[in-house]
């Protein structure tokens, strides 16, 4: 693995728009937190001073946001939470590693730091497992997404290229391996781990709930602790996100059981466990984090994991998921958290949608991004632009600092520069596009 990306190699492969003069000065200041910057525009030039390479680089973004015209002053920046990330689901939908990358490449405009990245479900599997090669054979292969139209999946080599393309612009890639729900794609490519040992007809519809691992087989850990290493020996970042939600089928004393054997393997390769809302339920390791995404704004069991010192993702939902419809006529997405618009994905706050889950449980914000409708990049930005950046500003800026007029006016000057990079983004009517 690369080491991280200092400051020379901010430097260089960046084209940072020119001063008055042409001075672009780049510089580091311990006194600031890693990923703040102090940004001071004058006629004499421009000086970025940062905490680390790292804080340089989220001042770069801001001066890309300015565009050609950078106007005279001093900005002192620094982020509200320290998890500011995107989730792309290639498990319904597979996309290839230069489109992964290619999203990368825009999500980082906003100073988005992770990348979920959603490699397994019912419907496919997409990361190459040594020793195990039917999952990719078979559950990777031709016919496989939702209505059969998405196959596909990363060799080893291929999301060890795409981890260290991320990790060069600073984002850390947060691989999921959904269970023990969300498992039909693994039945059906080894049907020895299902409970009868009987075959099990591949799944390309969008329904949930359906499938379990089973809690009662040494089969099933074997796997489970097969796949976790891994995927946790192929990714420098610290966490390993194990699913967890939508357990429709799997009785609760067995979810229980299972979460209880699996939840602690994370930690004996080095990596925080991280799973949706619903592991809240069961008995956590101390360094387990939460992703909430009901559209409820109250969740007993995870205002107890917050008050027992368990960090809280916040993801609801009808505020943060992109693959909701934008209104009833977007052409994309689903509504069943409702509509979310962009003024909606930018008007809340997350320390005040969760009782019992304040600022100092919240270890940042999600927009998941799930792709049952997807079938091009095109649907994905059609999807992510231009609501991604109203989530990114509500998990780097303080509540008291966002007004929706200001984010609508800069938000505006996106679509010149979209449309010229071919990127599809929806023209929402609530933004008056230049």
């Known amino acids: 693995m690369s080491a991280p990306p200092s400051l020379g190699d901010v430097a260089a492969h960046l084209n940072l728009p020119a001063a008055a003069d042409g001075a672009i000065r780049l510089g580091l200041d311990e006194a600031l937190p890693a990923e703040a910057y102090r940004l001071e525009i004058t006629a004499a030039g421009v000086s970025l001073l940062g905490g680390s390479a790292q804080g340089v680089f989220w001042g770069v973004q801001t001066l890309r946001q300015f565009g050609t015209v950078l106007p005279g002053g001093v900005i002192e920046d620094r982020p509200r939470y320290a998890y500011r990330g995107a989730m792309l689901d290639i498990a319904r939908h597979f996309f290839t590693p230069d489109e992964i990358k290619a999203h990368i490449d825009l999500l980082v405009q906003f100073k988005i730091n992770h990348l979920h990245l959603h490699l397994t479900d019912d419907q496919g599997w997409r990361l190459e497992i040594p020793g195990w090669p039917r999952l990719t054979d078979v559950s990777g292969g031709p016919g496989t997404g939702v209505d059969g139209a998405g196959p596909g999946f990363l060799t080893c080599a291929e999301y060890v290229d795409v981890v260290e393309y991320a990790a060069a612009r600073f984002v850390t890639i947060v691989p999921e391996i959904d269970m023990p729900g969300h498992v039909n794609a693994v039945h059906v490519a080894y049907p020895e781990l299902?409970?009868?040992?009987q075959p099990v007809v591949p799944r390309t519809d969008a329904e949930v709930g359906y499938s379990s691992l089973v809690a009662g087989k040494e089969e099933t850990y074997a796997f489970v602790e097969t796949v976790l290493k891994t995927?946790?020996?192929?990714?420098p970042g610290p966490y390993l996100h194990i699913g967890g939600d939508e357990c429709l089928s799997t009785p609760p004393e067995d979810y229980r059981t299972f979460l209880a054997r699996v939840l602690p393997i994370p930690a004996r390769f080095g990596k925080t466990v991280i799973g949706w809302h619903e592991i809240a339920t069961a008995d956590l390791p101390e360094d387990a984090v939460v992703q909430y995404w009901r559209i409820e704004a109250a969740d007993e069991a995870v205002a107890r994991a917050a008050a027992t010192g368990h960090r809280v993702i916040v993801s609801p939902a009808d505020r943060t998921y992109l693959d909701m419809k934008y209104d009833a006529g977007t052409r994309l997405g689903l509504d069943w958290a409702g509509h979310v618009s962009v003024e909606r994905a930018y008007d809340w706050d997350p320390a005040e949608r969760l009782p019992g889950v304040g600022e100092e449980a919240i270890l940042g914000v999600e927009a998941p991004l799930w792709s049952e409708t997807l079938r091009s990049v095109d649907d994905v930005r059609?999807?992510?632009?231009?609501?991604?950046?109203?989530?990114?500003?509500?998990?780097w800026s303080p509540r008291e600092s966002r007004d929706w007029q200001s984010f609508r006016a800069r938000l505006a000057a996106f679509g010149p520069r979209w449309e010229a990079a071919g990127v599809s983004f929806h023209r929402s009517p609530e933004i008056d596009w230049h």
């Not at 299902?194 to 040992?197: I, V, Y």
């Not at 995927?231 to 990714?235: E, G, M, P, R």
């Not at 999807?383 to 990114?392: E, G, K, M, Y």
């Open 382 to 395: 059609h999807l992510t632009f231009p609501r991604l950046p109203a989530v990114a500003e509500v998990a």
């Open 231 to 235: 995927v946790a020996d192929l990714t």
């Open 194 to 197: 299902t409970a009868d040992g």
